[in-house]
């Protein structure tokens, strides 16, 4: 096994962050309305870590050789 | 006359009184060396979850560990018992195996030793980014609207059918890698 290119779970912990600090300074600017957009869409947070462990397998097993 | 290692004008006795004594039985004279973390203070801090992650470093796993907890209760309490109810337990649990194992890496890695290889053999697999994607889906459609997930609860044996099917896949496999000569 080869090391991980990168840390799924940091780089959708980023993400989040940075999508929480983007939907708050909307919401702050009367965009639009923060709470019902997060208790709707948060499960994208799963998809995305999902996606990119996904990723990172596929990343770590063409490296290592492995089909 | 012979001389004795016991005589002090024997010439054998300066080389017997410098050598060492002799270690009593299962102890080594190697360097002692402190290791970083402990792996039961790891368990034991992530009582808390997410605690025994920050113990290890690992920050972001311990905002994951922490709002899936937090997440799955408060969801259970707001009329979602299924599938939530059933995750508080898993991801407790599986968030204090995840602060032991993860303690123990730091110490190989601290070591030299393969942490990588042995960190996390489950993980490679799909299955595990492949069921986040499911989940993540699945409660995305629910919160659209476009899907009743409640109804899906009573499939939820469908899910230890996949699970055990998974071990049974994972055992044959092991043995195969090994030659048929595994356990």
């Known amino acids: ?67 | 006359m012979t001389s004795s290692p016991f005589d002090p004008q024997s010439p054998a006795a300066p080389a017997a009184a410098s050598a060492p004594p002799p270690l009593p039985p299962g102890q080594s004279n190697a360097p002692f060396v402190r290791l970083p973390k402990s792996p039961g203070l790891a368990a034991c801090l992530s009582l808390f979850p997410g605690l025994g992650q920050v113990y290890n470093g690992r920050i972001a796993r311990a905002f994951v560990f922490f709002f899936s907890w937090v997440g799955s209760i408060y969801l259970t309490a707001s009329g979602h018992e299924f599938p939530f109810a059933f995750m508080i337990p898993f991801v407790y649990l599986f968030n204090i195996i995840d602060a032991w194992k993860g303690a123990n890496a730091a110490n190989a890695r601290f070591l030299g030793g393969r942490a990588e290889a042995e960190e996390q053999p489950e993980v490679e697999s799909p299955v595990w980014g492949g069921s986040l994607v499911l989940l993540g889906v699945l409660i995305l459609l629910s919160n659209l609207g476009w899907l009743d997930i409640d109804r899906l609860a009573r499939w939820w044996p469908v899910l230890l059918i996949a699970v055990g099917g998974y071990f049974v896949y994972n055992s044959l496999e092991a043995r195969k890698a090994s030659g048929g000569s595994a356990e």
Do not use: H, Q
């Open chain 1, 1 to 67: 096994m080869t090391r991980s290119a990168f840390s799924p779970e940091g780089v959708t912990f980023g993400v989040c962050l940075v999508a929480l600090g983007v939907l708050g300074t909307l919401a702050n600017l009367g965009k639009l309305e923060l709470l019902p957009l997060l208790r709707t869409y948060w499960p994208l947070s799963l998809v995305l870590w999902g996606v990119l462990e996904l990723a990172d397998l596929t990343i770590r097993r063409s490296s290592s050789g492995r089909s």
